[in-house]
């Protein structure tokens, strides 16, 4: 089954405190990409993934880091989260263009 | 400054009828738009696609249409569904990047 998991689904934390939110895909997609979902803006594209090693900007990378050092892996980093970043984050992977992407099931991200 | 919009935040249609969800965008650049379905608490799922070279693409109770000319696309579903019952977003591609509306809230009354 095409999956796209994510770490944590649900996670409370402090103004400053590194985190990383870990997403995994189990089809062998050579994209990848982290979107973000706020009231009233929709999904909002923060950072992609064309490859192993091969990243670039989505339309919010402000404040957020990634890496993706092997296919499955796409790990999106909060080195010093703040309240402006409290959201729903999505991960997603597939063939970019006009076909799917799948993606994993969220992760509600909470700064104070 | 947004490039792709949604106008209508919601939408009801009564099960049996058809859908209408609508779409407009600035650039004319995207290769592909799409539209993804949303249900509370999962991730959006893929529903349907279209080149920015053709201007209808049917998939079974989905079609969209492209109008290039006036910059929008249209999702029409036929026959609505409850299950149908999300939210819908429409996104626009060019090369690896993709630009989302806000959504537009579907209830199909039974």
């Known amino acids: 089954e095409a999956q796209v998991t994510q770490n944590p689904r649900y996670l409370i934390t402090v103004t400053g405190k590194k985190l990383t939110v870990t997403c995994s895909q189990n089809m062998n997609h050579e994209y990848m990409s982290w979107y973000r979902q706020d009231p009233g803006l929709g999904l909002r594209q923060i950072y992609y993934s064309m490859n192993v090693e091969v990243t670039d900007k989505g339309d919010v990378p402000e404040g957020y880091k990634v890496s993706r050092k092997e296919k499955r892996n796409f790990p999106l980093i909060l080195e010093s989260p703040s309240p402006n970043q409290t959201s729903l984050y999505f991960c997603?992977?597939?063939?970019?263009?006009?076909?799917?992407?799948?993606f994993g099931p969220g992760t509600r991200l909470t700064v104070t | 400054d947004q490039q792709v919009k949604q106008n209508s935040p919601s939408l009801s249609v009564q099960e049996g009828r058809i859908s209408i969800l609508n779409c407009d965008y600035t650039?004319?650049?995207?290769?592909?738009f799409l539209w993804y379905k949303k249900y509370p608490a999962e991730g959006p799922t893929f529903l349907i696609s279209i080149s920015s070279i053709k201007d209808k693409n049917e998939d079974g109770r989905f079609t969209v249409f492209l109008n290039k000319s006036a910059k929008h696309l249209s999702l029409h579903i036929v026959p609505s569904q409850p299950g149908d019952s999300a939210v819908y977003f429409c996104?626009?591609?060019?090369?690896?990047?993709?630009?989302f509306g806000t959504g537009t809230r579907l209830k199909v009354l039974a």
């Open positions: 650039n004319s650049m995207f290769d592909y």
């Open positions: 996104a626009a591609s060019g090369t690896y990047k993709y630009i």
């Open positions: 997603a992977a597939g063939v970019a263009g006009g076909y799917e992407q799948y």
